[in-house]
């Protein structure tokens, strides 16, 4: 059910129109500087919404007794065996032209209707809507209508997908030829404004290294903000990736091979509330292999938001392509490909080391370990690595044993570039628990 809604209305305050003879005025159609055959009337189409009542109630010991209970048994606006509700079963036409929000359906009918005794010939009706950014034409035919006898209308509905705010003018123009074969034009601006009805924010943290081989984990976590003034229904929240990337969307709760929402079945958004929406992207293994690829500005992807409003009137907004700087990693990056978790006091243990090129050149890497307080390393320091080209990679095992208990931070590795003379120094790598085998539980 849909109701028309006139644009030219008085009591839309915010639509004017402007006249051939360029002097603003408030929208009567028939008020125009030459006297035309053709009447054009705009109107927007809007879905009514729900009939809200104002219960009035008492106790049986006051003085009006029943008398308010009855009445409102009697207002077929109410709902029957509920009649305390504030919601009636009846629908209210609105009344003005409201407000229009960004991601809407922005629909309108047109109607040009003849209103003299004449017979009008080949007439032409285009509807053009003019935006800060560019102008688009949203007639459904561009084609001539022979002919139009005396009382008859030319009727079409037009539809247009709101993608910018701001102010929009909707362009009706109207070209006939009368029977003596005079040709005549006119046409209409009609003036409304496009609101934001969410306010969205965006936040990136780098996730630590979980020591595989893909250690450029990022999280997003998407501030929503309902500014409207009424509740919506979230239909859809969802972070479209960039070629670099796959996504986990972590707004789910996971049991029993079934998920639920984190927000419950029935995703209300209320006025000025907020809600927050988390995601954990990874880069492709094609892409997290070629450590140049992900340095600097990266493309994350772009958010689809979804909603549902009054009686089912649907919005959806997708934002441009969100970008984040990418943690940056110097010349040289060392990870950690293999690492134990615990280990025992004084005994020797394995680590692999995953060294990646990530300049632009080929270096001649030399390995060197320095012993700290609690970790010492086995083996043979300056070991030679060798060249290693630009965006290549080496594996390296390396033993080493703590003499101290607790949680031990590995530390003390230097990588020198022996073509530049460089070093590079590595420390608080990762961290290992470091028990003694020797001690009961008990004790």
Not at 71 to 89: N, Q
Not at 248 to 254: A, D, M, Q, R
Not at 296 to 314: A, C, F, S
Request: proline share 5%; glycine share 4%.
């Amino acid at each position: 059910m849909r109701r028309l809604v006139p644009l030219y209305s008085p009591s839309a305050a915010d639509m004017q129109v402007k006249g051939q003879s360029g002097a603003a005025n408030k929208m009567d159609v028939n008020q125009t500087k030459q006297e035309h055959l053709l009447a054009l009337k705009v109107m927007r189409l809007t879905k009514p919404t729900l009939f809200t009542n104002m219960p009035v109630t008492c106790e049986d010991r006051d003085l009006p007794g029943d008398l308010f209970i009855r009445l409102m048994k009697d207002d077929p606006s109410t709902v029957k065996g509920a009649e305390t509700l504030i919601l009636g079963e009846m629908l209210t036409l609105p009344q003005n032209f409201g407000n229009i929000f960004l991601g809407e359906t922005f629909s309108s009918y047109i109607s040009v209707h003849n209103d003299s005794n004449q017979v009008v010939k080949d007439i032409l009706v285009k509807a053009d809507l003019q935006t800060s950014s560019q102008r688009l034409n949203l007639s459904a035919s561009n084609s001539a209508v022979s002919e139009l006898k005396p009382e008859c209308c030319i009727d079409d509905v037009i539809h247009h997908e709101v993608k910018e705010i701001g102010t929009h003018i909707l362009v009706c123009a109207v070209s006939y030829t009368t029977q003596t074969g005079e040709k005549l034009y006119f046409r209409k601006f009609f003036k409304f404004q496009v609101l934001k009805p969410l306010d969205v924010k965006t936040k990136f943290y780098n996730a630590e290294s979980d020591l595989s081989s893909v250690t450029d984990e990022v999280f997003l976590e998407a501030q929503i903000q309902n500014i409207t003034t009424s509740p919506m229904f979230m239909e859809k929240v969802s972070l479209e990736p960039s070629m670099m990337y796959n996504v986990t969307e972590l707004n789910n709760v996971f049991s029993d091979n079934d998920s639920e929402s984190t927000f419950g079945k029935m995703s209300y958004l209320q006025p000025l509330d907020t809600r927050q929406y988390l995601y954990c992207l990874k880069p492709k293994p094609e892409f997290a292999e070629k450590a140049g690829v992900i340095k600097g500005v990266t493309v994350i992807g772009k958010l689809d938001i979804v909603w549902k409003t009054n009686l089912g009137e649907r919005g959806r907004l997708q934002t441009s392509q969100l970008q984040r700087m990418a943690p940056g990693y110097g010349d040289v990056r060392l990870s950690l490909e293999l690492i134990p978790d615990t280990v025992n006091l004084e005994e020797p243990f394995d680590i692999t080391c995953k060294i990646t090129n990530c300049s632009e050149r080929t270096m001649d890497l030399v390995l060197e370990m320095c012993n700290t307080r609690s970790i010492h390393w086995c083996g043979v320091s300056g070991r030679q690595l060798g060249k290693l080209s630009p965006s290549a990679s080496l594996s390296i095992p390396l033993k080493l044993l703590s003499s101290v208990q607790g949680l031990q931070s590995i530390s003390g590795l230097r990588l020198t570039d022996t073509f530049l003379k460089r070093t590079y120094e590595y420390d608080d790598i990762a961290q290992v628990c470091v028990v003694c085998p020797y001690t009961s539980p008990e004790s």
